[in-house]
């Protein structure tokens, strides 16, 4: 298995825009993750699904954050408006939940500059 | 809030000696502790677990301590190697009776070790 697969590697965008991140979970795992990367708060949970549906949003920080896992081979996070203060590093991980042992892999993250 | 807690920013240790990183958490909940290492522009990668029913376990050079009355747990690296140099996050995850799988990380600690 190639592992998690995240798309793109870089995003640079202007504020105001839109940005959709993507993830590719390892093929199997029941359990999906975003997280963000950040200087205060290390790796922050944002939201994670459990076959394909949210179970906690409660790290989304704002409105302008969705996220969705259409099907289980695939989740976006989306930010709408983007603002300056979203440049962070994005990663997804996923997971056999259920296991004893909950270890996550990560994708490599998507780097979010937003000017 | 931060349920858990790294609060040394950054490490520097000799190459041969030992590397003592450090990790607090404050919820009672937690029953499944991993340690994750990250080299720059890469995904944190699984490094090491413990249960909450030990209090040490022990791969190769990497030793994780559980101290569950002081919720505090410890990662020793002995030797100590320049390839070592790289973050470390600690977290943390209740299993309950759901078995969310849901991982709460720390803000990381970067070790540099010296050749």
């Known amino acids: 298995d190639a592992g998690v697969i995240q798309s793109p590697r870089h995003e640079v965008t202007e504020m105001g825009q839109e940005v959709t991140l993507r993830c590719k979970p390892i093929?199997?795992?029941?359990?999906l993750f975003w997280y963000r990367q950040t200087m205060m708060r290390g790796l922050e949970l944002l939201i994670y699904f459990n076959n394909n549906v949210p179970i906690d949003d409660s790290g989304m920080p704002e409105d302008r954050f969705s996220a969705k896992m259409p099907n289980a081979s695939f989740s976006t996070l989306k930010i709408q408006p983007s603002e300056p203060r979203d440049s962070a590093v994005y990663f997804c991980?996923?997971?056999?939940?259920?296991?004893?042992?909950?270890?996550?892999?990560f994708g490599q993250g998507t780097r979010l500059t937003v000017v | 809030d931060q349920q858990v807690k790294q609060n040394s920013p950054s490490l520097s240790v000799q190459e041969g000696r030992i590397s003592i990183l450090n990790c607090d958490y404050t919820n009672s909940m937690f029953d499944y502790f991993l340690w994750y290492k990250k080299y720059p522009a890469e995904g944190p990668t699984f490094l090491i677990s413990?249960?909450?029913?030990?209090d040490k376990n022990e791969d190769g050079r990497f030793t994780v301590f559980l101290n569950k009355s002081a919720k505090h747990l410890s990662l020793h690296i002995v030797p100590s190697q320049p390839g070592d140099s790289a973050v470390y996050f600690c977290?943390?995850?209740?299993?309950?009776?759901?078995?969310?799988?849901?991982?709460?990380f720390g803000q990381g600690t970067t070790l540099q070790v010296k050749p």
């Open positions: 977290a943390a995850s209740s299993h309950g009776s759901g078995n969310t799988g849901k991982l709460i």
């Open positions: 093929s199997g795992h029941d359990y």
């Open positions: 991980a996923s997971s056999l939940g259920r296991t004893s042992n909950t270890e996550a892999f």
């Open positions: 413990i249960s909450s029913i030990k």
